[in-house]
């Protein structure tokens, strides 16, 4: 069973900044959070991942709470390109074959004119 | 582009057929996997290969039958299928953190 839970939907205007949220209430000490997107018609796309820092890179960043039972993937300026199913995800064991990426179903952002 | 291939695009099938999908990367990745993903169903993992070695067989009905002949190819023999196999079957590969995914096989099987 997925590990997170996410809004079915969002809208975000072109130019503006996609706040999408994320709750992982159950997440343990050693499970990270990680984003993927998915346009249309191709595999899912690596956004950014972290176990308890906040993280940026060249595409997003991710807020983490200091708890960690929730998170926010914000896209500072979204484009008509950014409109895709983001999934939030939780990484579960240790190194190695352990590891899993457990999907939920996702939230579909429209990126709007 | 992220440097896994997967062919065909769209594959139809009957239940009777046997048809194979295959997965490439020259990445130099040594964690190669399949997933299906199914309409409103989160993606589920069905097999994990490490140097070519499968590590994960995720309960997967034997109608599905994976091949790793070495790090850089991945194949999913497919027969006697049923019409709810029908989804999108992605092939990823990893070096750590980040899966690398390809395009996806469309399979419908009629």
């Known amino acids: 069973d997925a590990k997170t839970t996410q809004p079915t939907s969002m809208d975000c205007a072109e130019g503006r900044a996609a706040n999408l949220p994320c709750n992982h209430s159950t997440i343990s000490g050693n499970e990270y959070v990680y984003w993927y997107r998915q346009i249309h018609s191709q595999g899912p796309q690596y956004i950014i991942h972290g176990l308890k820092n906040n993280e940026t890179n060249e595409m997003a960043s991710l807020i983490i709470t200091e708890d960690r039972k929730s998170s926010t993937l914000i896209l500072p300026h979204a484009t008509l390109r950014d409109t895709a199913v983001y999934y939030c995800?939780?990484?579960?064991?240790?190194?190695?074959?352990?590891?899993?990426?457990?999907w939920g179903l996702g939230t579909s952002l429209a990126v709007n004119p | 582009e992220t440097g896994v291939t997967q062919t065909p695009r769209h594959l139809v099938m009957g239940m009777t057929n046997k048809k194979s999908l295959k997965c490439e990367q020259h990445?130099?990745?040594?964690?190669m996997y399949w997933y299906k993903q199914s309409a409103k169903k989160p993606l589920e993992l069905m097999f994990v290969y490490n140097f070519k070695e499968q590590t994960e067989n995720n309960s997967v009905p034997s109608r599905f039958s994976p091949e790793c002949p070495n790090s850089s190819h991945l194949f999913l023999h497919l027969h006697t299928l049923q019409p709810e196999d029908s989804a999108l079957y992605l092939c990823a590969s990893n070096p750590d953190n980040e899966q690398f995914f390809g395009p996806g096989t469309r399979l419908t099987v009629l």
């Open positions: 995800i939780v990484r579960v064991g240790n190194a190695g074959n352990n590891r899993k990426l457990i």
């Open positions: 990445l130099g990745h040594n964690a």
